[in-house]
């Protein structure tokens, strides 16, 4: 292989393990806030956690076993900035072995093009707007999704749900996002989620 061609091999190598918040972004999606409205009053901060116990290798089992097994329900969640190492997972008791369903909305101030971006550990898939933005089902180490890119057309409260599940050793969950203007990334601030109490009992 001449030089010319094992480094621009190299190169390319590179970019395709680019990680973290400084990756190429992904192609833009639009996302739709919700229609109607939630009524504010109506808003209660953080998001919805719902916890199955069990052994989990995909996310799809984390999805099966919501339709037979009873679902543990966790204390919200202020925020998405767990890097727990081997400690509880989530708002769970449990270091181990924690399947979770996350719901609730997320405001956006200002449309525009938003980039997110995800760590995690293990699996975890991500709906924004009703969309997919992101699916990792399998278990892995901590690892950050592409930057996310997806544009909102109007200000407002936007659905947002999570699959997710730690199967051993170490839990992490972080959410972070680059708005319209903005110069670097920063976790989604506590101020951006919101949830309706009971709401989540109509989905898995």
């Known amino acids: 292989m001449s030089r010319t061609l094992f480094s621009a091999f190299i190169l390319a190598a590179l970019l395709a393990a680019s990680v973290g918040p400084f990756a190429a ?3 833009a999606g639009d996302i739709k806030a919700a229609h109607p409205q939630p009524d504010s009053a109506m808003v209660k901060p953080g998001l919805s956690v719902k916890y199955y116990i069990e052994r989990f290798n995909h996310i799809d089992e984390v999805i ?3 339709t037979w097994m009873k679902p543990v329900r966790g204390e919200q969640l202020p925020m998405l900035n767990y890097n727990v190492g081997a400690g509880p997972v989530l708002t769970n008791k449990n270091d181990d072995l924690v399947g979770a369903f996350i719901q609730g909305y997320i405001k956006i101030d200002k449309p525009g093009t938003y980039l997110f971006s995800v760590q995690h550990n293990d ?3 991500v709906w924004v707007g009703n969309e ?3 699916d990792a089902p399998f278990v892995a180490p901590d690892t950050w999704s592409p930057n996310l890119e997806v544009v909102a057309s109007e200000a407002g409260w936007y659905p947002l749900r999570m699959i997710y599940y730690e199967k051993k050793s170490t839990a992490t969950l972080e959410l972070y996002w680059q708005a319209p203007g903005a110069a670097s990334f920063e976790f989604v601030p506590a101020t951006a989620f919101g949830h309706i109490p009971g709401e989540d009992d109509k989905t898995s």
Do not use: K, L
Request: charge should be positive; aromatic fraction near 8%.
């Open 25 to 27: 972004p992904s192609a």
């Open 64 to 66: 099966n076993a919501a």
């Open 123 to 125: 699996g975890v898939r």
């Open 132 to 134: 997919m933005i992101y």
